[in-house]
């Protein structure tokens, strides 16, 4: 029955039509009080045809049929404006438009987790955007963490200030997928001390889907979305423009400078990004400077694209070269300053050498270091089909990840795996019928991954492949808005008999190939599976009014295990862990249902979201003990995690309140709430441990976010949209946790205080010539630890003279970052 279904599919996507003479439709969108809208939303009324102004508010809509057309203009914080314009052939209408600022959000068009373009107000599944102005106010050290204070129910497992894997609602690594520009992030997500592989300053907006979007995108999308959208700078007919930034951090010393650039040539596009950055250790009010969190990194990017009458392509080619040191939290334990391992073998690592001051404020990276390079190519092509559209994303993409963590011998890799993903994606959108708009779509991947000459092998070579196939629909009947659609899902994974023997060259282990396997052990005997799943979702929304709606979904995701849960037998050298999976896994699968209520009032927006979410077949890790409680030790130095599988529940509530009194247009005051429970369901192991496994692992706790921002005088001759704010962060107390085995402890609940301030500078003739950021996070230095962070657990001594335990977060740090305008 799927065999008939994918070819269905793929048959309608090949459906083709004949083209006629064409024009264009080009103007500016502007707003009398900010001046040009860069990012705006420019569709054609009951068309898919549709696009997004530059940083300077310019758009275009070309290879237009002669005729009248009714154009629809939106952006996030103005009114949707409607016009009429007319099309001749081979002709440019201009058509300018004024937008009339608004607080409500709910006119904003989204592009994630829907089959076309579709306004926040339409579509029932929980998204969340945040715009480049915010993340700009929200001056961070990686991309996630400037999401995480902008969207509530996201939050990250870190590993320092640098590395932050994102969660939603309590479901993280391969359960949330991280897109770029539309095309899914590969890059071994399952790995703890590693971020997302993308350049946080070449970002315009990130969109976040909170639930099941394996509709859209098959596994991996089971607990959400993140989609992150290239930075396009202003493009001017025959003239370069572009944009600087350089941004400079007081803790760890960050410097981080941009420079992007943009030319248009008649109906080509090009942009290019080139970003470095680098910093060394962290410091806070407890620990010092923490050692082995330095970091440097590098990012390449640049886009060309063209628009003709059949439609446009696009090709886009990235580069991101990382280098991250490995902190393993061991310290001397009478100063409980840091120590550095030295040996190999006869390593104790309650006995190492204490790390000079030196090489702890030294953006020198010690000889332990993990470096990451991500490769994308890709192309993204939209074909006019008379009424409808054909839309094809290939790509191809390469992960290379090198972990040293040999002092004695430091250009020897301890882990060395190469990923290589080829992407397609072929959707095709069907001309409205009878009012219904109509999506059918065939995408997956194929993956190989390679272990190089490396001494840990903690996963085999494997090879997958993952195809899925799609229909989704959605129609409107007066104020009601119904959307929903079906899924079919395959992955198949296999690895051949994995050897690895003693390598008497370095001392270490080697991977063997080849028929002589004498003297070799096994240690990832040969697997092949076939995993399968449906997934589907269905949801409807009720404008009561133009400001106030109801949403309702229900959803069923699909997720096949990732390779380190059925195959892993070994070392991970930067988590320090040893992992250990279980290759009788059944794919997970998850019942959401969310409803919410919206409401963009004269003087405040609400919203209130209530999701429950319970999920079969869940996998997570657990620390191994033995028969006598205590831990099992595989590889000293490093900690032991064994996968287990059973039933989970997860519930909870994210809520906003936005005053932006009318009578005070200076003062706004942003708040919200996000709340999760996650409760294990496995009955054996309840009967067995009782209140010890009765909670999931990295959920977080109850998360309140404050903002009071005054916005100054918009008609001073030299500032432009300056604003003072002051924010309060403050988590709860987590004593939900995961108890067994000493996998999760209770962590104490904190509040940060942080302030921050900015503005545009004028020139005499009233043009922004540089944009200014200043903020101060953790004003006070408060010492603290998240419950998510890994580092917390990074401890040797059962007991200290301070009586602290494990490496804390990071303190006071005052970041400024400028933005020229080129």
Known sequence: MAKYFYLFITLSILYSATFAQTGSIEGQVTSLNDGPIGFASVTILHKTTGTRTANNGHYELSNLAPGQYTIVFSSLGYQKQQLNAEVKGNAATVLNVSLVKSESKLSDVIVTGVSRATEVRKNPVPVAVMAKKDMDRHVNNNII?????????????????????????????????????GIRQEGQQWGDEHGIEIDQYGIARAEVVKGPASLSYGS???????????????????????????????????????????????????????????????????????????????????????DKKWGYTQFAATLFNNKQEIPDGSRDSLTRRFTRQVLDDGDDIKNRPIVPENELKTYKLNPLYQHIQHYRFYNSSQFNVGEGNINVLLGGQQSVRREYNHPTQPSQPGLYVVLNTLNYDVKYNLPQMAGIETSVGVNGMYQTNRSEDATDFPI??????????????????????????LRLDNRQIKWDNFFVADNPQNGFQKHVTGADTVGTYLQFPSFSKEYNGWSGSLGLTYNVSERLLLKANIARGYRAPNITEIGSNGL????????????????????????GIIAYLKDADISAELFNNYIYNYIYQARLNDANGQPVIIVPGNSTYQYQQSEARLYGAEATINLHPEKLKWFCWNNSLAYVTGLNKNPELLARAGNDAKYLPFIPPLHLRSEMRVN??????????????????????????????????????????????????????????????????????????????????FEYHQASPNGRSGIYNIGRNVSLKVIVPL
């Open 145 to 181: 963490d400037a999401v995480i204070k902008g969207v509530p129910g996201v939050s990250a497992v870190t590993t320092g200030p640098n590395v932050s894997k994102p969660f939603i609602r309590g479901l993280g690594y391969n359960r949330v997928l991280t897109l770029y520009d």
């Open 572 to 595: 991970d050298p930067g988590a320090h862990i040893v992992y250990l999976g279980n290759r009788t896994f059944k794919p997970e699968f998850n019942i959401q249902q969310d409803i």
């Open 712 to 793: 100054l005088s918009q008609e001073s001759k030299t500032f432009s949209k300056p604003y003072v704010k002051i924010e309060a962060d403050a988590y709860a107390t987590q004593n939900r946790f995961y108890a067994l085995d000493n996998t999760e402890t209770a962590t104490p609940g904190y509040t940060l205080w942080n302030a921050g301030l900015g503005s545009g500078i004028k020139n005499k003739t009233g043009k922004t010539v540089v944009d200014v950021f200043l903020q101060v996070d953790n004003v006070f230095d408060k010492a603290y630890q998240s419950n998510l962070n890994r580092l917390k657990y």
């Open 460 to 485: 085999p070579d494997y090879n997958s492949f993952d195809i899925g196939a799609f229909i989704f629909a959605k129609k409107s009947f007066g104020p009601v808005d119904i959307s929903g659609g």
């Open 220 to 306: 991996d999308a089971l607990a959400g979305v993140i989609n992150m959208i290239p930075y396009l700078p202003n493009y001017e007919n025959n003239a370069l423009k572009g944009d600087y930034t350089v941004d400079y951090h007081t803790n760890n010393g960050l410097i981080g400078s941009s420079l992007g650039l943009a030319y248009k040539r008649n109906e080509w596009r090009f942009t290019a990004r080139g970003t470095g950055k680098l910093a060394h250790n962290y410091k806070n009010s407890v620990d010092g400077r923490v050692y082995g969190t330095a970091y440097n990194e590098l990012n390449l990017s640049a886009m060309a694209r063209v």
